[in-house]
């Protein structure tokens, strides 16, 4: 979940397939309005979920970045979240590849897009409820990401 500009954007690690390809559901609330809007992210693996996201205003928009991220992969997605009361099918951007930055891949679960454009990213320490390695955080350079 990210808060921008008084709009709440939520993500979850569902997927469904529709139009032949996998898709995340994302759900923007603006609290002002009451208004719900469902969107469909375009996922950009064969096995990739969502796992973090964060939001920021760019130029009157809501741009979000968001971590997709299974079992060899891990990306950054780079998206622009309509405003607006219709659901939008939208194609993210790879803005980083993870796993061409930093080995071994970690699961990672948390994400803040800071003001420099860099990105922290935590790690969850826990594999099918029992913890394996301390929980670490990662810093990816705004040089880094797209």
Partial sequence: ICHVDGVLVL?????????????????????KTQIWTAHRIG??????????????IA????EALAVERHYGVS??????????????W???????????LISPLPNFEGLA?????SAALVTDNKYRGAPSDPSRLYFVPASAIQ
Avoid: H
């Avoid at 780079?78 to 939008?88: D, I």
């Avoid at 939208?90 to 061409?100: V, Y």
């Avoid at 897009?113 to 454009?117: A, R, S």
């Fill in 90 to 100: 939208i194609e993210p951007t790879i803005a980083a590849d993870l796993s061409e």
């Fill in 59 to 62: 130029n009157g928009s809501i």
């Fill in 43 to 56: 996922l950009t693996s064969k096995t990739g979920k969502l796992a973090a996201l964060d939001c920021r």
């Fill in 11 to 31: 993500a979850t690690e569902l997927v469904e397939t529709q139009r032949g390809r996998r898709w995340a559901p994302v759900g923007m609330f603006d609290p």
């Fill in 113 to 117: 897009w800071m003001k420099d454009g």
């Fill in 75 to 88: 990306r950054l997605l780079r998206f622009e979240v309509p405003q607006g009361p219709e659901g939008q």
